[in-house]
Each structure stands twice: as structure tokens, then as C-alpha cells.
């Protein structure tokens, strides 16, 4: 079992950027596929990005050359740098790994 903790979330103009870290516990975090997802009110949790233990990565299309998801494996976390924020990103995000989850984080973008 991998505990998770995110952190960074906030409010922010459209256009902005913010980043989200999430702090794993466990001896074999460099091992897992980590991946952030969001979900707002009514709507299902929906995928964003993920990284295998191999540093690829994968993005969901509306996220594409605005977010990037990166890991420190020395620091047991991973990251989602947010960039040109818009107010359809507004959710809370949600780091996984595997069948864990962490509490989540509300990201909210004014217009």
C-alpha cells in the first residue's frame, strides 16, 4: 500500500500556472506508475496525465503542451506543472497510484 498527500492546489486567473505535488510514502515508489486525474461536481474522474517507472509519459488531449507531469524518486513524489491555466481545468486533481488514492486538491481558474 502507497499512502499519497497532495499539495498545491489554489486559485488562479486563467493563464496562470500552478503545480501539484504529490508525496508518496512506501519503499517502491520509483516502481509505480503515478498519475494525476480530476473530477468535478456531477462528472466522473477523469484521467490527466501519467509517468511509468521508465519516465514516460502520457496526457490527456486537453492537457497536451500545457501540463507536465514529472517525479523525483529520491523525494518520493511526483509533480504536475500547470500552465496556461483555463476555467474548465477548475476540479479537484487527484494523485494515483494504482489502487491508491489521495485526498485531492481543488485547482479553481477565474476567468
Known amino acids: 500500500q502507497v499512502q499519497l498527500v497532495e499539495s498545491g492546489g489554489g486559485l488562479v486567473q486563467a493563464g496562470g500556472s500552478l503545480r501539484l505535488s504529490c508525496a508518496a510514502s512506501?519503499?517502491?515508489?520509483?516502481?509505480?506508475?503515478m498519475g494525476w486525474f480530476r473530477q468535478t461536481p456531477g462528472k466522473e474522474r477523469e484521467f490527466v496525465a501519467l509517468i511509468r517507472w521508465s519516465d514516460d509519459t502520457y496526457y490527456t488531449d486537453s492537457v497536451k503542451g500545457r501540463f507536465t507531469i514529472s517525479r523525483d524518486n529520491a523525494k518520493n513524489t511526483v509533480y504536475l506543472q500547470m500552465n496556461s491555466l483555463k476555467p474548465e481545468d477548475t476540479a479537484v486533481y487527484y494523485c494515483n497510484a494504482g489502487e491508491c488514492w489521495g485526498q485531492g486538491t481543488q485547482v479553481t481558474v477565474s476567468s
Open positions: 512506501g519503499r517502491t515508489f520509483s516502481s509505480y506508475t
